[in-house]
């Protein structure tokens, strides 16, 4: 393995640790390597917290080496006053002399000026290893900068029989289809999201709280798409338990452009990442309007032989594996 792909990859690794706490800041991990041996490394604290760089560079015991290091990063240093101090002044007050950058960041703020504020000051800059990597780890931050619209995420269960639901149930709540290592995963996949969104139906049939159980983490900020504000304030969804948005005709037109809509009411309101969880004609909106970046199917080995179909979609199967009795597809869509 070429050495610089050898610490970015371990950049990308513990940039995991920030997920689900650092937005709207992006996740990004730093590594810091003076001859072949890594002497400090950091992830972007929770928001208004140090940046990577930051926890990177005073994670170093003995400061004198920094002047003979290599740092490596993710994401492109900033170079501006946020919350915090910009981390490229930070690196040439340090003498760092050699930076490894994964990928560039295009928010307009920085779009290349951490590195050009680098250079001025005698740093040598490498830029784009592992690019693809990195910037698929940042795809929530790029897609709400780039595309002005959350991370989109659909996510679903359905029957060996192709159902995500039976014709009829006999109480109001789920009827599972998935095995309880699937729903644990699900509440993980909860907790990395900003915000986790239904439809009335889902809400009127399964009266779902959406929050976070059996794992440790946030919850997710809830929104129910409620075109005539029907539900009741009876409903989990309304607990005290998280925040929750609800999306009616007060707020756009459900007539067209559905999708399109929802996803420009939430960049306004500055959610960088949605999970969907149903149910099919809300899954099938985002769909057909071909707004959704992942599809992540769970098909458990249940036979409803009538009921709610699943919904219809096109995507590239990137991986599966299977969880005890139950199948998990991830998809992406190429568009």
């Not at 490596?72 to 490894?100: A, M, Q, R, W």
């Not at 794992?215 to 029907?230: E, F, S, Y």
Request: hydrophobic residues 35%; positive net charge; glycine residues 6%.
């Amino acid at each position: 393995m070429k050495i610089h792909e050898k610490y970015i990859k371990r950049c990308i690794e513990i940039a995991k640790n920030g997920l689900g706490s650092t937005r709207p800041n992006p996740m990004v991990g730093c590594v810091i390597v003076h001859d072949d041996i890594i002497i400090g490394e950091g992830f972007t604290s929770p928001y208004g917290g140090n940046h990577a760089e930051v926890n990177a560079i005073t994670s170093v015991k003995n400061e004198s080496l920094l002047k003979h290091s290599t740092l490596y990063v993710t994401l492109e240093p900033c170079s501006h006053f946020g919350k915090t101090p910009p981390c490229s002044d930070l690196i040439i007050k340090h003498n760092i002399p050699n930076v490894v950058i994964g990928c560039m960041d295009d928010n307009p703020e920085v779009a290349g000026k951490g590195i050009e504020k680098l250079k001025s000051e005698g740093c040598q800059v490498i830029l784009g290893v592992l690019e693809a990597e990195c910037k698929s780890h940042h795809k929530r931050f790029f897609t709400f900068h780039n595309k002005k619209r959350p991370y989109i995420i659909l996510k679903w269960a359905e029957s060996a029989d192709g159902f995500i639901a039976p014709k009829s149930r006999l109480q109001q709540k789920p009827v599972w289809i998935t095995n309880e290592a699937s729903r644990q995963l699900v509440h993980k996949w909860r907790t990395e999201e900003h915000a986790i969104l239904v439809g009335t139906t889902t809400v009127l049939e399964d009266n779902p709280s959406l929050t976070v159980r059996g794992w440790t983490g946030h919850n997710p900020i809830r929104i129910v798409l409620d075109k005539t504000r029907k539900l009741s304030k009876t409903h989990k969804i309304f607990n005290d338990e998280s925040k929750t948005m609800v999306i009616s005709s007060d707020e756009i037109n459900f007539d067209s452009n559905v999708a399109r809509q929802v996803c420009d009411f939430l960049f306004k309101n500055h959610i960088q990442s949605v999970i969907i969880e149903g149910g099919t004609t809300t899954l099938q909106t985002f769909i057909n309007e071909k707004l959704w970046d992942e599809v992540r199917l769970f098909k458990g080995p249940i036979l409803f032989k009538e009921g709610v179909k699943a919904p219809n979609f096109k995507g590239t199967l990137i991986s599966e594996k299977t969880l005890n009795d139950d199948l998990l597809q991830y998809y992406k869509n190429e568009l």
